[in-house]
């Protein structure tokens, strides 16, 4: 049997000494003693039991026994050599994969600035993004699917790691229909006698507003419910009732006038975005260069 102890300088020792063909020449390459590589081999050759070279006044040549050696260490340390390209390449952002899971308002109003400058910096890194809701991007990332959440806040899970973003402002928006509503301030139970747009159920936007309504005694079904934040804005701007959707998500509607905010008498709390991670582990390097360039904002 082979002796177990035998360490990867050993078999880099052997490759040289086949490729030089002299134990001397072998120990420059190396920068070792001529002595180290004879010992070396010998410690190879009696763990073995079998000569792996013939040794003659002007160097030394392989057995068969060697040669069979010599074909899989070459490509042993081929294997390693492309390894630490590989690694090279990934700590430098040439190769590997961004994995993000977000909703797609966040996507859309927060990361997507951040993601195109990171796509034109690092090319051949490969952009993997998950639109997803809060309670699937704690899932996606638990099974190691992606590496970067982004969430609404509050957020809990004592398996994942949480880091606040920015903080963000919700609040009720009107169509022109409506727009005399955005004049002076009005209660959430008068303003709610509209038909009331929200996400589906399951959201964390759809979460939060019920239970600051249920706060104020107030409990209320959507009239219309949807999946996206584009269609509130579209059916609210249409005039089909009162929006609660993230300032900042109609920030474009509200500035060419086709969006009108409430204000309330009663306020309403700011949220937060927060970034999750898996707790304890690494992040692959192009995640965390593309982190500290979001967190750095």
């Known amino acids: 049997m082979p002796n177990k102890l035998n360490n990867l300088e050993s078999y880099r020792i052997f490759l040289y000494t086949a490729r030089t063909g002299n134990f001397t020449k072998a120990a420059e390459i190396l920068h ?55 690694l090279l390449e990934l700590a430098n952002l040439h190769g590997g994969d961004l994995r993000i899971g977000a909703s797609g308002p966040i996507i859309k109003h927060i990361l997507l600035p951040y993601i195109d400058k990171f796509h034109a910096e690092h090319p051949n890194v490969r952009i993997r993004l998950q639109q997803s809701k809060t309670n699937e991007i704690s899932k996606q990332l638990k099974e190691e699917n992606i590496d970067l959440g982004f969430v609404h806040l509050p957020f809990d899970d004592q398996e994942l ?15 022109e229909a409506y727009k005399e509503l955005a004049v002076d301030a009005v209660s959430v139970r008068e303003l709610l006698k509209l038909p009331l747009l929200l996400p589906t159920a399951g959201s964390s936007t759809r979460l939060f507003v019920e239970q600051w309504l249920a706060g104020h005694g107030i409990y209320k079904e959507p009239d219309i419910e949807l999946t996206s934040t584009e269609m509130i804005i579209e059916f609210a701007q249409r005039g089909y009732g009162t929006a609660f959707l993230t300032r900042r998500f109609a920030q474009q509607e509200l500035n060419n006038g086709t969006l009108f905010e409430v204000k309330l008498t009663e306020a309403l709390p700011s949220r937060a975005i927060g970034v999750v991670t898996r707790k304890d582990a690494t992040l692959p390097a192009c995640s965390s260069i593309f982190l500290k360039e979001v967190m750095d904002q």
């Open 32 to 86: 070792v003693t001529q002595p180290s590589v004879s010992y070396a081999i010998k410690q190879l050759e009696d763990s073995f039991g079998v000569k792996l070279f013939d040794r003659g006044s002007k160097g030394v040549k392989l057995t068969i026994e060697g040669k069979a050696l010599l074909d899989y260490i070459e490509q042993s340390f081929h294997l390693i050599e492309r390894g630490e390209r590989k």
């Open 161 to 175: 790691a949480i880091q606040p973003l920015m903080s963000i402002q919700d609040c009720f928006l009107v169509g």
